[in-house]
């Protein structure tokens, strides 16, 4: 069965970091870009980063550019999103999720992705 599992959401402060991972089982990452997307509460989901299957092209929603950083390790199956400098508008669940092609752009169009994880909560408060 071809699935994304994300881990590592929680309860982080403002200002703080966190870091939550995306690990694909029934299927190689290495032939897909993966997008991040989030769903705060009472919101729609919006893409956040996508990277493709090289690891260096990387896409940033405005919202999120220059505190979150996404990575990827083929050999895990697994692909990363490190988030600092946290603010209470980042609280949302996060989803992962896979490509239908090896490259990704900013636009984040939920229907070039087939495969979604659950999601992971992620809040920021104090």
């Known amino acids: 069965q071809k699935q994304l599992v994300e881990s590592g959401g929680g309860l982080v402060q403002p200002g703080g970091s966190l870091s939550v991972s995306c690990e694909a089982s029934?299927?190689?990452?290495?032939?897909?870009?993966i997008g991040w997307f989030r769903q705060a509460p009472g919101k729609e989901r919006v893409g956040i980063s996508c990277?493709?299957?090289?690891?260096?092209?990387?896409y940033y929603a405005d919202a999120v550019k220059g505190r979150f950083a996404i990575s990827r390790d083929n050999a895990k199956n697994t692909v990363y999103l490190q988030m600092k400098s946290l603010k209470p508008e980042d609280t949302a669940v996060y989803y992962c999720?896979?490509?239908?092609?090896?490259?990704?752009?900013?636009?984040?169009?939920?229907?070039?992705?087939?495969?979604w994880g659950q999601g992971t909560p992620v809040t920021v408060s104090s």
């Open positions: 999720a896979r490509h239908k092609w090896s490259f990704c752009n900013s636009e984040f169009r939920e229907d070039e992705y087939d495969i």
């Open positions: 029934g299927f190689s990452l290495d032939y897909y870009a």
């Open positions: 990277v493709a299957i090289d690891g260096e092209s990387a």
